[in-house]
């Protein structure tokens, strides 16, 4: 359990200005605004609230450290990024007591995350000096054909309040790698971690300008202007389909490069054949990982009708072992929501399927306050016309329909405009390869609830986004390619 001297000397701590070109200042403005405690509703600390001349001064020291930075060797920069690694390690109570604190979740979990995000800078010093091009005779004999890639530019990366660092790793960690500069706007709701983290950057080596970061209370205001200014070159978003959208097409008249990992409503689909246990298992970790505030959360379980009284009794018994409280606390497994607007939007999703015939199996009414919290609540027999089935829950509740076959129970998965994620259990094999192949998702978990990896090539299709971040494939996001022609 953190201690309230403990909690105290950590904020005393922590950065609270925004970060340009290598240090610390006050917004340009003087300007400041309050960070909640989501557990309390009590204010943690100001934060310094960056303007549209602070993201023009930013982006001035993102330009002029560029070339420089693009030069310096690959090894000079993947050696950077693994002190980074090293130095967000070293730290990992302190930043998982700050996620914690800012954004509510349980402390174990904040400490996973603290381990999942500075993965992605030891992944991508890895990837950094494996850049690589290609030089090869033309086919037609005419001369030689020499291929480079070369770091993208400038980039802006906006970031969510849900996993407020693994979100910037993952970002900033390949164009780093890539020789490209960044500046970082996290979410208004948990800026605390990012700016403890240029603190990490700067010690391990970074130049000044290279990165920076931003909070803000008028995310619109301060990135209006930098994605209208011609020397941004990319843009990687992390947030609602809606506001990823209205990005998309800001960014249009620029023709910035974009990636977009955006919104999910994952399926869990269960078949007659799966071993109900480690489904119910893995639907735990599916589910209530992050409190169910994931965007790879699974969001809708379709089991089928043979095997769901059973897997819905078990999941309920799995689900009621959670310990709901103040994540600083210890034994506590589920922390508040972020906010009472995040905490309104699932009560409102469950009576509405609670009204439109669905049977509250567990939970399903928030506590009295302070704090943002919800229960694990379950749901089944919910019918086809309930919003939870459509929306994105971003919480704790699991809601659960049957199918008769398997055909049924793709088609079920897929009757969605997401697809980012999706999870399916069965012991055959035949059947889960036939079945990925046939679910429109970006990912597939098959008999495994939790899909995330540095390694792995992160990101969706339709509605749920484009581009990938981590893997090989992530630090393609930051480059560009350049084609040589050789007589």
Not at 263 to 283: C, E, I, L, M
Not at 381 to 402: C, K, N, W
Request: aromatic share 6%.
């Amino acid at each position: 359990m953190a201690t309230e001297q403990r909690i105290r000397d950590l904020l005393d701590r922590i950065p609270t200005g925004i970060f340009v070109n290598g240090s610390f200042r006050d917004s340009s403005s003087g300007a400041s605004f309050p960070v909640h405690d989501p557990a309390t509703e009590e204010v943690l600390v100001e934060v310094a609230d960056a303007t549209p001349e602070d993201g023009a001064a930013a982006l001035d020291a993102a330009v002029a450290a560029g070339p420089a930075w693009a030069a310096t060797p690959a090894r000079q920069r993947a050696e950077i990024l693994r002190a980074a690694y090293e130095g967000l390690i070293a730290r990992t109570d302190d930043f998982a007591l700050l996620m914690t604190l800012e954004m509510g979740k349980a402390l174990p979990e904040s400490v996973n995350e603290v381990r999942y995000g500075a993965e992605f800078f030891r992944w991508f010093s890895e990837e950094a000096v494996r850049i690589a091009g290609r030089y090869t005779p033309a086919p037609a004999g005419t001369g030689r054909i020499l291929v480079s890639k070369a770091p993208v530019g400038p980039c802006l990366a906006i970031t969510p309040w849900n996993f407020p660092l693994a979100m910037g790793t993952r970002k900033i960690g390949p164009a780093l790698a890539a020789g490209a500069t960044m500046l970082v706007k996290p979410a208004g709701l948990t800026p605390l971690t990012m700016l403890l983290l240029a603190e990490v950057l700067r010690d391990a080596g970074v130049p000044d300008g290279v990165i920076s970061v931003l909070p803000t209370s008028r995310s619109g205001a301060l990135t209006g202007p930098l994605l209208e200014d011609r020397r941004l070159r990319k843009l990687t978003f992390t947030g609602s389909t809606e506001v990823g959208a209205a990005l998309i097409a800001q960014s249009a008249p620029g023709i910035l490069r974009t990636s977009m990992e955006l919104g999910g409503n994952a399926p869990f689909v269960v078949f007659d054949d799966a071993d109900v246990d480690q489904a119910v298992a893995q639907a735990l970790l599916a589910k209530l990982r992050n409190g169910g505030e994931a965007c790879t959360a699974a969001n809708r379980f379709h089991v089928h009708e043979s095997v769901v009284e059973e897997f819905t009794a078990k999941l309920v018994d799995g689900m009621a072992q959670y310990v709901l409280g103040p994540g600083v606390q210890e034994g506590v497994t589920i922390g508040p929501l972020v906010s009472a607007d995040q905490q309104a939007i699932v009560s409102e999703l469950v009576q509405d399927a609670v009204a439109k015939g669905a049977s509250l199996r567990l939970g399903g009414v928030a506590p009295e306050g302070p704090g943002h919290f919800f229960p694990p609540t379950v749901l089944a027999d919910v019918p086809a016309d309930a919003r939870i089935l459509t929306e994105e829950v971003f919480g704790p509740v699991a809601p659960i329909v049957s199918f008769a076959d398997e055909d049924a129970g793709v088609a079920a998965a897929n009757a969605t405009e997401y697809g980012l994620a999706a999870y399916i259990f069965t012991k055959d094999l035949d059947r889960a390869l036939r079945v990925a192949d046939r679910i429109e998702a970006g990912m597939v978990g098959v008999n495994r609830g939790v899909i995330s990896d540095p390694a792995g090539p992160f990101g969706g299709v339709k509605a749920s986004g484009f581009g990938r971040e981590g893997g090989s494939e992530g630090i393609e996001e930051y480059l560009e390619t350049r084609y040589i022609a050789l007589q």
